[in-house]
């Protein structure tokens, strides 16, 4: 059996979706607008990293994903997830 994940902001888009097979971090990345899970273009990306990129404050971004573990994450968390931030100067998105 394989040891249990520790989600860090470090931890990447295909470890989380390794660790959830059942679909569950793809679902949380499908409501926050992420394509990570389905384009394939960004599985090596740290989780902070992907935030950023996605204009997503990372510290709700990492507590909605460990939520994952205890079956959550609730609504509320989902919504302080998915809020966007304003583009940083000198910051490259994709």
């Known amino acids: ?18 660790a959830f097979p059942d679909g569950d971090a793809a679902e949380l990345m499908r409501k926050l607008y992420w394509p990570c899970a389905h384009c394939g273009g960004a599985l ?21 994903f460990r939520a994952l ?5 609730t609504p509320e968390q989902v919504a302080a997830a998915g809020q966007r931030l304003e583009r940083r100067p000198g910051y490259q998105s994709r």
């Not at 573990?69 to 994450?73: F, L, Q």
Request: proline content about 14%.
């Open 1 to 18: 059996m394989e040891p249990e994940l520790e989600i860090s902001g470090s931890t990447l888009i295909i470890e989380l979706l390794r």
């Open 69 to 73: 573990r205890t079956g959550g994450p």
């Open 44 to 64: 090596a990306e740290p989780l902070t990293m992907a935030a950023l990129r996605h204009r997503n404050p990372p510290r709700p971004v990492l507590e909605a």
